[in-house]
């Protein structure tokens, strides 16, 4: 596995939310290679339900880079999932990393990257690295890295804390009732029902 | 310099108006004139012009629209021809005639300019003459060419644009790729009447207060203790898109860990993820390259491979002799066998 910081959605969600809609920050999902695991439509939905507000997915495959260019500007300030770097070659990171400054918008951009990716974009593409800076996570074949036990624990504690069972919360985001506190999106997303929120 | 009321000063970060990978030349000047035409009608100047000068404004619009964006045109192409032999001319032979060149031993010290770019010689010099008869000079600083990495790469963009730009006595600051200052790139850096490398700042020890002054700035006294900041500007190498990239992320754990403040912990795990990032793509021979330089202090710049790992920022050069592997490079590699 990664020698990369793993972070659950959640955390990653948290950290887009904090930089803020105009950060101009760029980061990088590392997916798994595992063949059941989420894709970047899986992975924007949790961010949805974390953020609370759409998140854009668009493919790079094939894409000469005025296209990239039109999709991270139009609109420019969305948290943005780019996939499809698979069939980059060193030239293709080279040429998108000489145009960094015209991909430069003021929402989030997730790249959406394999192991193998990665090692070209930071083989080829320096600037766009540096870009990036450490803000590089790993993601489980789940697309969750919480184990069994620490999601059960952290279940447990928003039970004790709210005085509510996990089925009560349930029935109240089925009948639309659950409060907006962003505790609770994390309680279904824990539960595996983001799609509730 | 715009302050000072004598300069025009266009700014043009080239990489985000062109595509650069092509390596064409005449992409800066292109960049050039669209920017100075501007400044020309935002200085007001256009309206103290002549009926003659409007028009040859105009003409030399028109001209630097072309030169920048191409044109359509209808051309007139007449018929091809073929004469047919005389039926009693028995020597004849099949063929036609090809232009042969010998070149000359004299060449000359650098390449003619190509035709395309003398043509838009004549538009450019308009622009410049009539700012020049209001008392400005005009200056142009191009960013963004320092991202064409290889010394080659960049000199094919930038020879012949800033060729011309010095004869219309246009200054031209550049931002270049770190590579023209080593190796087989140095002879490019003659070029210039000037280069001024941007190095690194210093991390030492009692010497980390510019970048402690960057993260005050940005109000990291309120997270960060003064070790703490310390750890920050240690670990940055002294560069200051990763000091502000490991202040935020060290800050972003802090928050997700519910901690109030930023603990030693966190600054560690933000160093460690820059070093895996420095870390990823790196060959076999520049990983050497790198526990060399670790444990002798040795490193020579004239390699290729040594080249490549300044310009990346992996190996970080403080003097003319002071050359250190980025430090949070350094705390995630692997030591020698």
Request: proline share 6%; aromatic share 8%.
């Amino acid at each position: 596995m990664s020698d990369f910081s793993t972070q659950p959605p959640f955390d990653i969600g948290r950290r887009i939310e904090i930089r803020g809609s105009d950060a101009y920050s760029w980061l990088v999902v590392l997916r798994s290679q595992a063949p059941e695991s989420a894709g970047p439509e899986d992975f924007a939905h949790e961010l949805e339900a974390i953020l609370f507000k759409p998140v854009r997915v668009a493919s790079a495959q094939g894409l000469p880079l005025g296209e990239i260019r039109r999709r991270l500007e139009f609109p420019p300030d969305d948290v943005l999932i780019l996939w499809g770097f698979e069939s980059y070659t060193a030239h293709d990171w080279e040429a998108l990393d000489i145009h960094r400054a015209a991909l430069i918008r003021p929402g989030t951009v997730v790249l959406w990257l394999s192991p193998v990716a990665l090692r070209d974009l930071c083989a080829n593409a320096p600037n766009l690295r540096s870009f990036i800076g450490g803000s590089i996570f790993a993601l489980s074949p789940t697309g969750d890295v919480m184990s069994g036990e620490e999601r059960s624990e952290r279940i447990r504690e928003l039970e004790a804390h709210y005085d509510l069972k996990t089925a009560e919360v349930v029935e109240l985001a089925t009948a639309r009732k659950l409060p907006p506190e962003p505790e609770f999106v994390e309680w279904l997303v824990l539960i595996g029902r983001g799609d509730l929120v | 310099l715009q302050e000072n009321g004598k300069t025009v000063c266009l700014y043009i970060d080239v990489s985000a108006e062109t595509d650069l990978s092509g390596l064409n030349s005449g992409a800066l000047l292109a960049s050039f004139g669209l920017h100075l035409s501007r400044a020309l009608k935002d200085s007001g100047i256009e309206n103290a012009l002549t009926p003659n000068d409007v028009e040859s404004l105009k003409s030399a619009r028109t001209q630097l629209k072309h030169f920048a964006y191409g044109k359509t045109e209808q051309v007139w192409v007449a018929d091809e021809e073929f004469d047919e032999p005389p039926d009693d001319y028995d020597d004849y032979e099949p063929g036609h005639f090809v232009t042969q060149t010998t070149p000359g031993k004299l060449k000359p010290p650098f390449p003619t300019l190509h035709r395309e770019l003398e043509d838009i010689r004549s538009p450019l010099s308009f622009f410049i003459t009539t700012l020049r008869s209001h008392g400005l000079d005009t200056v142009v600083v191009f960013d963004g060419l320092d991202r064409l990495i290889t010394p080659d790469r960049f000199w094919t963009v930038v020879h012949q644009d800033f060729r011309l730009l010095r004869k219309l006595n246009v200054a031209v600051l550049a931002a270049a790729p770190l590579s023209v200052l080593y190796g087989a790139g140095r002879p490019i850096s003659e070029h210039f009447d000037r280069v001024h490398h941007i190095a690194a700042l210093q991390i030492s020890p009692g010497k980390t207060m510019k970048l402690r002054s960057v993260l005050t700035q940005r109000g990291a006294h309120d997270l960060l203790q003064k070790t703490e900041m310390d750890r920050v500007c240690k670990g940055s190498g002294g560069v200051l898109r990763d000091l502000i990239s490991l202040a935020r992320d060290a800050g972003e754990m802090a928050y997700l860990d519910g901690s109030d403040d930023v603990k030693p912990t966190h600054v560690r795990t933000a160093v460690t993820q820059l070093g895996q990032a420095y870390l990823r793509g790196l060959s076999t021979d520049q990983q050497k390259e790198l526990r060399r330089l670790a444990k002798t202090g040795t490193f020579d710049i004239s390699s290729q491979t040594n080249a490549e790992l300044l310009v990346t920022r992996r190996v970080l050069e403080y003097s003319a002799t002071g050359f250190r592997v980025h430090p949070a490079l350094q705390q995630v590699m692997k030591p020698s066998k």
